[in-house]
């Protein structure tokens, strides 16, 4: 008796380390990907009008945008954490707006791993968005209009009456935030012509959604459909035909992605997944191609760079046309903030700065030291009314910061240039300055590290 229980034991602990292995296997992730992709397809073309927008960056990973046009959003997870509910200005996802105009509506794609059927972002960060813009721009306009929804709309099923009401209660908080933040609210204001409301979604609907489709048409809102695209299954992990099943694969890419991306792994699914025993070679092999640029990963619809208007300063990531010599076709001037440099052309080294700034701490320390060296560039380009590219490798953290401390010394918040360099710089014009670069150029994240040497730098160079 007690023998068998024993070796009972030794088997379901040597099943349990199998699987803690499996589930980080590459083959495994993509297979459950593709899976779960299916379900997104079947809901796009059920509701072919709605805009389709992956949640970055696990819901890229759902998206086969070889079939189908999307968009991205930035919303967090942490932002609908119990406790520190949030509406976050520097993800505030207003770029959305114009899109859901267009589509009369939009499905946002995530999903979550094992021990919930819906991710944080898509049962609260969500909902708090809707709502607060909902409210912020019904207080915009001073108005009482009955059909304007400002209600806080979660799923019960998610969200505890007692979280709902802790969460309702810091809503107007979160409005005079958005009202205070820079946000051009009249623009905002004359976008958005219906209220926004969340819908949710998950594999469990697909029989009701297939049997009765629903009707979105003549309705006095925009359905924002929070689509959970994986399967909830007990322990994360299910044994299928020829795989394992991992719930919320495309979540923590770092951990099993191997440098694959789900750019490169749409364009060549085909060939990526031959088998089990060859995908990881595979993966490998792609990678080192596009490494080696001898294929191209950027996308025709893509947007790789963006000018913060009014101004001729542009903020783009390290897409082959951001580099030399292509970039010369559009831009005049060039700082490069990434680690990696190019060859550049001797008539054009004078047009062409390098900032070397590494990722992690080290280059925390070197983006502190480049910020002077890169007011001190800027100012032969501003005086000749040239056109500047800033580019970093993600165009999200080390690049945001650098042109944002050329905007503070250089430009005031209309976008023109300042007479006065001794204004006060605090907390509150980095802000504005960041909502604008934002409001044109959504994949703008800098960390909070690189905002507060920024901080840093301006309160000791200037001064009241």
């Known amino acids: 008796m007690n023998e068998d229980i024993f070796s009972e034991r030794n088997e379901f602990n040597f099943e349990s380390k199998l699987i803690r292995n499996d589930d980080k296997n590459i083959y495994n992730r993509l297979r459950s990907i593709v899976d779960d992709a299916s379900f997104v397809m079947e809901i796009a073309e059920l509701l072919p009008n709605l805009a389709l927008i992956a949640n970055e960056r696990c819901g890229s990973w759902y ?80 108005c009482n209009d009955s059909s304007w929804d400002t209600e806080f709309h979660s799923l019960p099923s998610a969200v505890s009456r007692s979280e709902h009401a802790q969460i309702e209660a810091k809503i107007d908080g979160f409005v005079e935030k958005l009202l205070e933040s820079g946000v051009d609210m009249e623009n905002v204001s004359k976008e958005l012509k219906r209220s926004l409301r969340p819908i949710w979604y998950t594999p469990k609907s697909y029989d009701a959604l297939i049997s009765s489709p629903p009707d979105f048409e003549d309705i006095e809102f925009y359905p924002v459909i929070c689509l959970s695209v994986s399967e909830a299954v007990e322990t994360g992990y299910q044994l299928r035909t020829g795989y394992l099943y991992v719930q919320g694969s495309g979540d923590d890419q770092e951990a099993w992605a191997m440098g694959l991306t789900p750019s490169m792994f749409w364009k060549h699914r085909n060939e990526i997944l031959t088998s089990s025993s060859e995908c990881e070679e595979n993966v490998k092999l792609f990678v080192s191609l596009y490494k080696s640029k001898d294929l191209e990963e950027e996308e025709a619809n893509e947007k790789n760079y963006a000018f913060i208007e009014p101004t001729l300063w542009a903020i783009g990531n390290a897409a082959r046309c951001n580099k030399p010599p292509r970039c010369w076709e559009t831009f005049d001037y060039v700082i490069n903030c990434s680690n990696e440099d190019v060859q550049v052309d001797e008539d054009k080294k004078s047009r062409y700065l390098h900032l070397p700034i590494p990722e992690g701490k080290k280059g925390q320390i070197i983006f502190g030291s480049s910020i002077q060296k890169a007011i001190d560039f800027a100012q032969k380009p501003i005086s000749e009314n040239k056109k500047v590219l ?56 800098p960390s909070r590290v690189t905002l507060k040497r920024l901080n840093t730098y301006f309160m000791s160079h200037l001064k009241a």
């Not at 721009?137 to 001073?142: D, L, Q």
């Not at 993600?394 to 005031?412: E, N, P, Q, R």
């Not at 976008?415 to 703008?444: F, M």
Request: glycine share 6%.
């Open 390 to 445: 800033v580019q970093c490798s993600t165009g999200k953290d080390h690049s945001v910061g650098i042109l944002l401390a050329i905007l503070i010394y250089y430009f005031d918040l209309d976008g023109q240039l300042r007479k006065d360099k001794s204004v006060r710089v605090d907390k509150k014009l980095v802000q504005h300055q960041l909502v604008k670069i934002i409001s044109c150029w959504e994949k703008a994240s």
């Open 63 to 142: 998206i086969d945008r070889t079939k189908k046009n999307a968009y991205s959003a930035y919303f967090k997870s942490t932002d609908g954490h119990m406790h520190i509910w949030d509406f976050n200005i520097r993800r505030n996802n207003l770029h959305l707006i114009p899109i859901l105009m267009q589509h009369n509506g939009c499905i946002i794609v995530d999903s979550t791993r094992k021990g919930k059927r819906i991710p944080d972002a898509l049962s609260k960060t969500i909902p708090i968005w809707c709502c607060t813009v909902n409210r912020a721009v019904a207080k915009y306009r001073g």
